[in-house]
């Protein structure tokens, strides 16, 4: 693997044409226009000072050259004086109001940034890393908003080079000609160069997000790493990116900032030569000293700015490249999308799925022509081998990813035609693995629901157990969670994402049961909240506990993403079918009276095996 091997572009990268990112900066600019036009204005007399600076010396040394006496000193001293406090004034205002500016344009990006990512929908997340996102909704963002202080740069000393070549061709014609020779080799170094400077710029960037995203999996998996003694190796992980990050970003480096030097010293050898020639003139008496000298100055002050347009090209392509990224990800295309948004009314619960066909991949197929039909207020279980379709039917039916053919009907109505966030709100999830943030029982019970009040929610939390679980918190909903609930057990984890639902109050509800084992006790707990939720919704439970397969209304077996078999518990197990071996297989151990036989069995061996199928 080479050094740049993990350097390539993320599938919803694009390349923006130059002028069509500049349109879409001047779209953030235009937010704030009025400090825009401030800025403007303090960049034109800042300019217009600092070439009126020289002007009054130059004057100064005519003027001490004809009347040979010290007496006009002072005024120049303080003519150059008011000249140096009014440039620091202008400099303090421009600063101020670009500060300003550019916070709040970056701002504004960033939240567009965040709010592009926050839409798309769970394929996008499981396409791209996470971290490299992060990177980009904050070190891209950053890098853009110096692009605009740099553009206020460029700005400036635009102005500054105009009104100095007006100046120096009212000086000397011919002087001032040759020292515009400069320009067009400075302009045509930068901007061959620009495709160079872009390109290792995006590499760059890519490198940092690679570190970024090696940090964020370490930190977020540092227990797994530790459980299996893995420190050197995550550790390891992190230096390879971040070497190739170093070595990426010091030919960067190397690249951006080679122009510079070249061009200084196309600058200082076309200095010397003007100087000479400049200062025939003045013996001829051609100019005066005071206008060599005002030459000399201006020539210095002029080419600094032209020198320092050919720099900030490639500065701003740095910014140019972190706004590409930026604004890929906020136009990067969602899989999931709506035909129409109509508002969703009250949902009673009927789900239909019509002859539906979904892969995650192209020629992977998950679901194959899949129907199922499941009436408002009832309870299905779904079980199954891993990689049968079980969870895919609760991503469809939650849109957090599109099928490619066929329909999803709730209520009769296509799922495509609901407003996505209205329909969300209808809906009561608990994943497999629940997610808790860093905050209160109190706070995480009422995400959904904030204006839910504390009593209410002791008034749901003592129907499940009659509140002991509170009991067995140290400050009861007060408690802190923990970074993603590392400080409850996986038990008390399930109960508050439980309770999270019912003080959301859903119209269906979808459960990916946590295969984790827990003490009888919870599992009591659990089964009572989860029975306050089934007895209100229609509920699509992805069953891995024998006590919630029993809860159900009807149990649907999966096999490679079709219906075989579908019944109640009883009537399955008398089939002696698929759903009979997966009983046999994962649930049947969790029933009481298979571990009540199992201790008899071991008290007296000839009481023959445990109890078979059916039983």
């Known amino acids: 693997m080479g050094m740049f091997s993990r350097l390539d572009a993320e599938k919803y990268d694009r390349q923006y044409k130059d002028i069509d990112l500049l349109r879409r900066i001047m779209q953030y600019l235009q937010t704030q226009k009025w400090r825009i036009i401030g800025i403007a204005v303090t960049v034109l007399l800042i300019s217009g000072i600092e ?59 960033a939240k567009d940034a965040f709010s592009a990512a926050a839409r798309h929908d769970l394929s996008f997340y499981d396409k791209f890393s996470s971290g ?28 500054i080079s105009v009104l100095l070549a007006v100046v120096l061709l009212r000086l000397n014609l011919t002087l001032s000609l040759l020292t515009f020779t400069i320009i067009p080799v400075t302009f045509g170094l930068a901007i061959s160069y620009r495709k160079l400077a872009r390109k290792v710029t995006r590499e760059g960037m890519r490198s940092m997000a690679n570190v970024n995203s090696a940090i964020k999996e370490t930190v977020s998996g540092i227990i797994v790493a530790k459980n299996f003694r893995q420190e050197s190796m995550v550790y390891k992980e992190f230096v390879d990116a971040n070497l190739t990050s170093y070595r990426v970003n010091l030919r960067r480096g190397i690249i951006l900032n080679i122009l510079f030097p070249i061009l200084n010293m196309i600058g200082g050898l076309a200095t010397a030569i003007l100087v000479y020639f400049g ?124 099928f490619q053919s066929g329909k999803i009907l709730i209520d009769g109505k296509d799922i495509r035609t609901f407003d996505l966030i209205q329909y969300r709100q209808h809906l009561g999830i608990v994943s497999q693995t629940p997610f808790l943030f860093s905050d209160t029982v109190l706070e995480n019970i009422r995400y959904a629901k904030p204006e839910t009040t504390e009593k209410e929610i002791l008034e749901i939390a003592t129907q499940i157990g009659d509140g002991e679980w509170l009991q067995t918190l140290p400050n009861g909903l007060q408690t ?75 149990i649907i077996t999966i096999e490679k993403g079709k219906i075989i078999e579908e019944g109640n518990h009883e009537s399955l197990l008398k089939q002696n079918g698929h759903y009979a071996f997966l009983y046999n297989t994962y649930f049947r151990h969790q029933s009481l009276a298979y571990i009540e036989q199992v201790k008899n069995l071991l008290a007296n061996p000839s009481m023959g095996s445990p109890i078979g199928y059916g039983e």
């Open 279 to 402: 200062g025939i003139t003045a013996k001829e008496g051609i100019v005066t000293i005071g206008s060599w000298f005002l030459f000399i100055q201006s020539l210095d002050r002029f080419l600094f700015p032209v020198l320092g347009l050919s720099n900030f090209w490639t500065q701003i392509q740095n910014g140019l490249s972190a706004s590409e990224r930026v604004f890929a990800l906020i136009d990067a295309e969602p899989q999931v999308i709506q035909i129409e948004n109509q508002p969703v009314p009250k949902i009673k619960g009927q789900i239909d799925f019509v002859n539906v066909t979904f892969s995650y991949k192209e020629n992977e197929t998950v679901l194959d022509n899949f129907s199922l039909h499941i009436e408002a207020g009832e309870t299905v279980a779904i079980v199954g081998h891993t990689g049968a379709g079980k969870s895919s039917i609760a991503k469809l039916i939650e849109r957090f990813y599109e």
């Open 51 to 109: 070439a009126v600076q020289p002007i009054v010396v130059s004057r100064g040394v005519d003027i001490l050259e004809t009347e040979k006496s010290a007496a006009p000193t002072g005024l120049i001293a303080l003519a150059v004086l008011a000249t140096g406090v009014t440039s620091w004034l202008f400099n303090w205002i421009n600063r101020r109001l670009t500060v300003r500016a550019v916070s709040n344009i970056t701002m504004k990006l």
């Open 132 to 159: 490299r996102i992060i990177s980009r909704i904050t070190t891209d963002t950053q890098d853009f908003g110096q692009l605009v202080t740099l553009i206020t740069d460029l700005i400036s000393q635009l102005l």
């Open 480 to 554: 802190m969670v923990g970074e993603r609930g590392s400080n409850l057990s996986m038990g008390q984890r399930q109960l508050v994402s439980l309770m999270r639902v019912l003080v959301q109050k859903p119209s269906i509800f979808i459960l990916d049961e946590a295969t984790a084992s827990i003490d009888p006790f919870t599992e009591w707990q659990i089964q009572q909240a989860l029975n306050l939720i089934l007895s209100r919704t229609t509920s699509i439970l992805i069953a891995h506990r024998l006590s919630t397969v029993k809860a159900a209304d009807r």
